[in-house]
């Protein structure tokens, strides 16, 4: 491969500080070349500001490097909403998950994705996956469908091809499921104990429904589950994503990392050797939302390791065509459409 340090850029799903287009921003996009940005609450001041930072956004990456990003936010509704009023506020998880209509979860995601879209966006982080198994305790109570694995296959097959249909990419997380966890991987590593039989019969049964669905893309998470892997976090580990999803499973999406810069990672490893550890075992983007330096120190440690021969160019090649699939598929429309945003939110 010509150039590896461009693949390898390609690979990394950046945050900004601020809410316009500054310095650091342009290193990111336009000196180091990443291949997407996610927007936080603390981009965002209104739809028309939000608009003009993802057209500026992808003018630079066009300019510069011949191809649009991957402009991705939170947006799963109710308590997890980047983009507040004058977008629509949409029911969260759990509310759709009561109603028991899989319609209504599409209806919703189609209307969340026709407002992300406008507004410039082309990756939603969402539909929430995981199967709310410890009740009041479940860090994932406010978050998911519910408690019933069957449902919520339905209700987030459903919110998959309402988002998609409506051109903006859906995101299966958080593989392989955290709703038998009740400590948060924000700030520390937690760990699941069961079996690899009962997360076929519940973790994994939305997925499974994500995927025949055609959910083009998979968020993996930092939760370390026993019976795949002992030593490492999902994440981390080849076990979870090359052997359980990819093969097993027959997942060959777009694999995400979750954000290696939350607790459950950088309290134990260096954020770029979890870049390099995380993209060995199997992922195809990943997550570094916070800080410049750590950016480049993944960008670093990842051309280290094929200098190395660590990395070869094989596996470049499969995550470089992955995410030029999603590319074509979900960026083809790269600017804002201002027109559209005003007749969908006033």
């Known amino acids: 491969m010509k150039d590896p340090a461009a693949t390898l850029a390609d690979s990394l799903m950046v945050g900004l500080p601020g809410t316009e287009v500054d310095a650091t921003a342009r290193r990111l996009v336009e000196d180091l070349g990443v291949g997407g940005v996610i927007l936080f609450a603390r981009n965002v001041v209104d739809p028309w500001q939000v608009a003009k930072l993802c057209a500026e956004l ?7 490097h011949g191809r649009p990003l ?20 949409e029911p969260g998880h759990p509310i759709l998950g009561q109603s028991g209509d899989p319609r209504r979860a599409f209806d919703t995601a189609a209307r969340m994705a026709r407002e992300l879209a406008a507004a410039g966006f082309n990756v939603n982080f969402a539909p929430v996956l995981d199967v709310n198994t410890r009740g009041k305790e479940g860090v994932m109570l406010q978050r998911s469908f519910g408690s019933d694995p069957s449902l919520v296959a339905a209700m ?6 309402g988002l998609q249909q409506s051109s903006v990419m859906a995101c299966a997380k958080h593989f392989p499921g955290i709703g038998d966890t009740v400590l948060d991987s924000h700030l520390v590593l937690p760990e699941n104990p069961n079996a690899k039989e009962r997360l076929a019969r519940i973790e994994l049964v939305p997925f499974r429904a994500a995927f025949e669905a055609g959910v083009a893309s998979c968020m993996i998470t930092h ?15 080849p076990a979870v994503i090359t052997g359980l999803l990819r093969r097993e499973m027959g997942f060959d999406g777009l694999v995400v990392s979750d954000d290696l810069e939350m607790g459950a990672i950088a309290n134990t490893f260096e954020v770029g050797r979890a870049a390099a550890m995380s993209y060995a075992a ?7 939302c916070h800080r410049l330096d750590r950016v480049e120190n993944a ?18 090649a499969a995550s470089r065509d992955r995410i030029d699939r999603a590319r074509a598929r979900f960026a083809a429309r790269p600017r804002p459409d201002m027109d559209e945003l005003r007749r969908l939110l006033n």
């Open 299 to 316: 960008l670093e440690t990842l051309v280290r390791e094929v200098e190395r021969g660590r990395l070869d160019d094989r596996r470049l």
């Open 70 to 89: 991957l402009l991705a936010v939170d947006q799963e509704g109710g308590v997890v909403a980047r983009l507040r009023e004058p977008f629509t506020h």
């Open 156 to 161: 987030g097959a459903a919110f998959v091809q």
């Open 282 to 288: 199997g992922a195809d983007v990943m997550l570094v």
């Open 223 to 237: 939760v370390r589950f026993t019976a795949l892997d002992p030593d490492r976090p999902a994440s981390l580990s």
């Open 58 to 64: 992808q003018d630079m990456a066009l300019e510069k």
